[in-house]
């Protein structure tokens, strides 16, 4: 009997035991199935953002005063469960869509630099009409309507 040729054989009928050598090959291809597709998901997540569903729209809501917002600063405020980014921009208010177009991160005011932030990924946007000024946001911010009554701050959603 050669030795290369040797098969272990069970006991029980004509069962096959499993060698190591095919159990290694079976771990090792599963442990790098795994590690790509762990790699590959945050990478397809990056490439293509989730979407947003379409949120209520057609309301109007009261969101604030013009004294709560003085000029150069700006707050988020929740509109029919949306994030709405009010800005007083050298007098002129304006409101945006509180959500990064890139990956649906809440977005910021950045005084200092007079631009809105989105922090998870640096993307930039211009307070005037909501372009990207810089990274990787595909789209400009949405703006919203909005409307003054004395000084109450209206918002069209």
């Known amino acids: 009997m050669n030795a290369c040729n040797y098969e272990p054989v069970d006991n029980r009928k004509g069962e ?17 199935l795994a590690t790509l597709a762990g790699v590959l998901t945050p990478i397809i997540g990056y490439l293509w953002p989730p979407s947003r569903g379409a949120g209520a729209t057609g309301g109007r809501a009261l969101v604030g005063n013009t004294k709560d917002i003085p ?45 809105i932030l989105c922090p998870c ?3 930039r946007f211009n307070a005037v009409t909501g372009a990207v000024i810089s990274g990787p946001a595909p789209a400009p911010l949405p703006s919203f309507a909005i409307s003054l009554e004395g000084e109450d701050i209206y918002v069209e959603v």
Not at 16 to 32: D, E, M, P
Not at 78 to 95: C, E, F, M, R
Not at 101 to 109: D, G, L, Q
């Open 121 to 123: 990924h640096d993307a």
């Open 16 to 32: 096959r035991k499993v060698s190591r050598r095919r159990f290694l090959q079976f771990t090792l291809g599963f442990s790098f």
């Open 71 to 115: 000029p150069g600063e700006a707050k988020v405020v929740s509109v029919a469960g949306v994030p709405v980014l009010l800005l007083n921009h050298g007098g002129d208010i304006k409101a945006f869509d509180g959500i990064c177009t890139h990956f649906s991160c809440v977005v910021e005011w950045d005084a200092e630099g007079q631009y």
